[in-house]
């Protein structure tokens, strides 16, 4: 068990606490762009299909209602794959301030070694100063990729809400033509 948590220890000793907080925060991130990707993949055309589908079943079509009832199921679908997306926003915005926050930490503490040891003592300074900057970097790091997938998966939302109403209309071409 020692051994699973020995990376832990060592990263916390190297930029502190805040460091191991931007690490669990990174895995709870990457692991709903993993979730919203798979969904994207597996679940989400299932469910544009049975959509489409039902909504092709339909004998009304052309009724303010039925127009009604199509933005409906289409925003519901499209509500389902953003899903966990604002959460992800939500911890790419929290991800630099947690570097800050170690920052912050980290020049206190130089601060305090410089109080307790005196100006000469260069090494505890730059260890100090490390240990500062290693939050902010890892905070950036993380939320730059983060932001990254976030960006690109809203294009993939707006690409297919405009797919599946270019859809639905066609499917309804098709009825007409039929």
Avoid at 94 to 114: A, K, N, R, S, Y
Avoid at 123 to 150: K, N
Wanted: hydrophobic share 50%; charged share 25%; glycine share 8%.
């Amino acid at each position: 068990m020692y051994q699973l948590l020995d990376p832990i220890e060592r990263l916390s000793d190297a930029g502190g606490p805040v460091l191991v907080a931007i690490l669990f925060v990174a895995m709870v991130l990457f692991g709903l762009a993993v979730e919203r990707l798979l969904y994207w993949r597996l679940g989400y055309r299932r469910d544009r299909r049975q959509l489409l589908d039902r909504w092709q079943r339909r004998r009304d079509h052309s009724s303010w209602s039925a127009r009604t009832l199509r933005a409906y199921w289409s925003d519901e679908l499209l509500r389902r794959l953003r899903g966990t997306l604002p959460w992800v926003k939500v911890l790419v915005a929290l991800c630099p301030l947690l570097g800050l926050l170690g920052t912050v930490t980290g020049m206190i503490q130089v601060f305090d070694t410089l109080a307790f040891a005196g100006t000469g003592q260069s090494r505890a300074m730059s260890d100090g100063v490390a240990r500062a900057t290693l939050p902010t970097l890892a905070g950036m790091a993380v939320a730059v990729v983060g932001l990254l997938f976030a960006s690109h998966f809203e294009h993939i939302v707006r690409r297919e809400d405009q797919r599946l109403h270019d859809r639905m209309a066609r499917a309804l071409e098709e009825q007409g033509n039929a």
